[in-house]
């Protein structure tokens, strides 16, 4: 295990001490963009903690742990203290995969800690994909992918067409219209699909977080776009899909197309 100061952390804050394995240095770790993002957010998180909290303590005379803005703990001053990284998952030479660390994060009054292990992944996009035959207005098919997921211990799971966003520059609805392609053949256009998780955040206090959904904070800074679309389809193109074998072969991919249908 090697160790470095995380540089450029917020001025006026204790030096934050960063653990690395064998297997990765620090300026790949550094470059790593669900790092980068994760340490980000939570930099701009403990600075409104910071900036927000003079403000409000002549409110709280009453000494409730609940501020009236109704944070619960810009009276805890937390601060990040040590970083330490337990393991570096790469896919191939060039690209790190995942990122399993230990932060200290702890308040400045009372030295309380949060509960600090963070799975990095990064982002991801999901696609509802419905297709409905054009000789046929009720009838609706959803667009399922089938494949081996170990993690849940199927070697045929169904899920909706999905993915990890890889290109530092894609933005979601880039991301999404790839993974159709990809996992499904179907080429849909970016115009083509509906932000849904936009209903989930439109009124998200936090406009530092991704504008996505986090299915599991508690553990993991996975943020997942939710995209539906819906196309008009001649019903022989719509029973081709079935059965379809797709997926990056380089990425180990080996995905089967399937239908449910809708009504």
Request: negative net charge.
């Amino acid at each position: 295990m090697s160790s470095f100061i995380l540089p450029d952390w917020i001025a006026g804050s204790p030096e934050v001490e960063v653990t690395i394995p064998p297997n990765v240095t620090k300026d790949q770790l550094l470059a790593f963009r669900p790092f980068k993002n994760w340490l980000s957010t939570l930099r701009q998180s403990i600075t409104k903690q910071h900036q927000q909290r003079p403000q409000q303590q002549h409110r709280c005379d009453d000494h409730s742990q609940k501020l009236p803005n109704g944070h619960p703990n810009y009276d805890s001053l937390y601060q990040l203290r040590r970083i330490a990284v337990r393991s570096v998952e790469w896919a191939g030479p060039r690209r790190i995969l995942f990122v399993l660390l230990e932060s200290v994060v702890q308040s400045a009054i009372d030295a309380r800690p949060l509960p600090g292990i963070v799975f990095l992944r990064g982002g991801s996009v999901a696609i509802l994909m419905i297709v409905r035959p054009d000789d046929d207005p009720v009838t609706r098919f959803v667009v399922m992918t089938q494949q081996a997921r170990v993690p849940a211990g199927s070697f045929a799971f169904c899920e909706i067409p999905a993915g990890m966003i890889d290109d530092e520059d894609d933005a979601f609805v880039g991301a999404a219209a790839t993974e159709i392609r990809e996992e499904t053949g179907l080429v849909v256009r970016r115009d083509e699909l509906v932000d849904m998780t936009e209903l989930a955040v439109r009124d998200d206090k936090d406009d530092h977080l991704q504008r996505a959904v986090y299915p599991s904070p508690g553990g993991c800074d996975e943020f997942v776009a939710l995209f539906l679309c819906e196309k008009v389809m001649p019903r022989r193109e719509i029973e081709r899909l079935r059965g379809r074998l797709t997926g990056n072969r380089t990425e180990g991919e080996n995905i089967q197309v399937r239908e449910g249908v809708l009504g």
